[in-house]
């Protein structure tokens, strides 16, 4: 396997949500908290020091990173040791494997923490699966794009959807959300590697999109093609100095915003699409 490169930051409290998301923005799989510094991991392959030169220079950043490179099963030990279960909205349990039930919650999502992103953890995640758990999900057929390790596509199923698909560019990313099906007592649930042209021909009630602002920019044209009448898009990932421009983008495309949620810098984004455009 490839592999990674460690970047440690130290970074103040006031930069650390921004900074992660910048991160992301650059390709990097994991980023976590340590103390008053993130660390982040990207493939050897994909590291460009310049870009992240660049990107923390706009913070006045620039020579204040270290990296180094590790072995990529050294990745997945670190993330386990940093891997907490969390406890979402107060209904929904997301744990690892190695974490015991929770029998006092409503769902429970198990989810095998490897190199990907989306195991509940970030604030977008977060914010979705609050969300869903105010949509209507029963006898839905449901996409989620960029699916990382599954969470939101297990929740789907596991809040009634009839027929769930995620799909994901990245293929540790669907090699791990396969290995999760078994971890999940789904039996609707499949998963494709790609991007908006892995997504079969028909429509879907429901589209998820937990994915960075730009990738989303880019992916709602095709989003909205395979989106039932009145169907419902669901959009996070970006921060909250973006929402005019998503939103005005989004509306554009014949969608009219229901509602929005957001948690610290974030926000996520409910979308009805209109019968008249």
């Known amino acids: 396997m490839e ?7 130290p970074v103040l409290d006031e ?15 994991g980023v976590w908290e ?15 020091h310049k870009d992240l030169y660049d990107t923390l220079g706009r913070y006045g950043m620039e020579n204040s990173f270290s990296y180094g490179e590790m072995p990529s099963q050294n990745w997945n030990e670190e993330w386990e040791k940093n891997y907490e279960p969390i406890l979402a909205d107060n209904h929904v349990f997301v744990r690892s ?3 015991p039930k929770n029998t006092t919650v409503d769902i429970e999502v198990v989810i095998q923490p490897q190199m990907s992103f989306g195991t509940g953890h970030h604030e977008t995640t977060q914010l979705m699966i609050e969300m869903m758990l105010t949509t209507d999900f029963k006898d839905q057929s449901v996409l989620d794009m960029g699916t990382g390790t599954g969470v939101l596509a297990f929740l789907s199923s596991l809040l009634g959807a009839k027929e769930v698909i995620g799909i ?19 039996t609707n649930v499949s998963f494709l590697h790609g991007s908006y042209e892995a997504i079969p021909s028909r429509k879907f009630d429901v589209v998820l999109s937990n994915i960075t602002k730009n990738i989303n920019m880019g992916l709602l044209p ?14 996070a990932g970006f921060l909250n100095f973006d929402l005019k421009e998503v939103d005005q983008t989004t509306t554009a495309l014949g969608f009219d915003l229901i509602r929005n ?10 979308y009805k699409k209109g019968t008249s455009k």
């Open 168 to 186: 994901d560019y990245d293929q540790n990313s669907v090699d791990n959300a396969k290995e999760n099906l078994k971890y999940n007592s789904v």
């Open 97 to 99: 494997p190695f974490h």
């Open 222 to 235: 095709h989003l909205a093609n395979h989106l039932s009448t009145d169907g419902y898009l669901m959009l």
């Open 261 to 270: 949620v957001s948690k610290g810098d974030w926000e996520c984004l409910l």
């Open 3 to 9: 592999p990674y490169i460690q970047v440690t930051i």
């Open 34 to 48: 340590d103390g008053m510094a993130l660390k982040a991991y990207i493939e050897a392959n994909q590291f460009k």
């Open 15 to 29: 930069h650390k949500e921004i900074i992660t998301a910048e991160l992301i923005d650059l390709g990097y799989e």
